[in-house]
């Protein structure tokens, strides 16, 4: 029963560098969602989507990218990082029924940016 | 904009006391509302989830409760243990918008 992976757990990046953040979910969830958790602000949205080819910006997009070519996956891009990067990242899904259905966090990938 | 508030941000208690941590929000058109724990280094896992159209969801020693007129919401613990040291978190809807957490000691 895996649920929700996320991959690596631990990152260190030079400014400029780019990666790509991994998400899986094996539970079929139609709702998948980026949140960075930083001291003192809480979680912050980055990405959603509602489904196989649908994304949209959540509070704090600039810097991200994401695509969703499959139910399962939901990777996270930073094209050139920088230190306000450093941060949290988790992972999240939910089936769609809006509402009725908890959230599944992945155990989190932690971001440094040198 | 919806803003979720969670008092107090930090809070110790001996064992075995029951307790209450408050989450208020500041628009009352909401889907759900759940509370989540998340324990140093780990993600969060989700504890209850109470959907707007009810009032409470228990789950063992947990009971939280939810008040949409005046935008809020309580989690009760009863007789704490050392084990539920954790941080709680309190989330609206499905974008989900996170109040900044409850960091819960418990004394043995």
């Known amino acids: 029963n895996a649920g929700v992976t996320q991959t690596p757990k631990f990152q260190v990046l030079k400014t400029g560098q780019s990666m790509t953040l991994q998400c899986a979910q094996d539970?079929?969830?139609?709702?998948m969602s980026w949140y960075r958790q930083d001291p003192g602000m809480g979680l912050r949205l980055i990405h959603y989507s509602v489904g196989a080819g649908i994304t949209d910006q959540g509070e704090v997009p600039n810097g991200y990218n994401v695509s969703r070519s499959t139910t399962e996956d939901f990777p996270l891009r930073l094209l050139s990082a920088a230190p306000s990067q450093t941060s949290v990242y988790f992972c999240a899904s939910s089936s769609r029924d809006r509402g009725n259905q908890p959230q599944h966090f992945g155990d989190g990938t932690r971001l440094s940016i040198l | 904009k919806q803003e979720v508030t969670q008092i107090p941000a930090a809070l110790s208690v001996p064992e075995g006391e029951n307790l209450v941590l408050n989450c208020s929000f500041t628009d009352s058109a909401i889907y759900n509302l759940q509370w989540f724990r998340q324990d140093p280094g780990k993600g969060l896992t989700s504890l209850l989830l109470i959907q707007s159209s009810q009032r409470e969801q228990t789950s063992g020693r947990l009971n939280a409760s939810l008040d949409k007129s005046s935008g809020r919401s309580t989690l009760y613990i009863a007789a704490s243990q050392p084990g539920d040291s954790a941080t709680y978190l309190c989330a609206l809807d499905d974008k989900i918008i996170f109040g900044k957490g409850t960091r819960l000691h418990i004394l043995p």
């Open positions: 539970m079929n969830h139609e709702y």
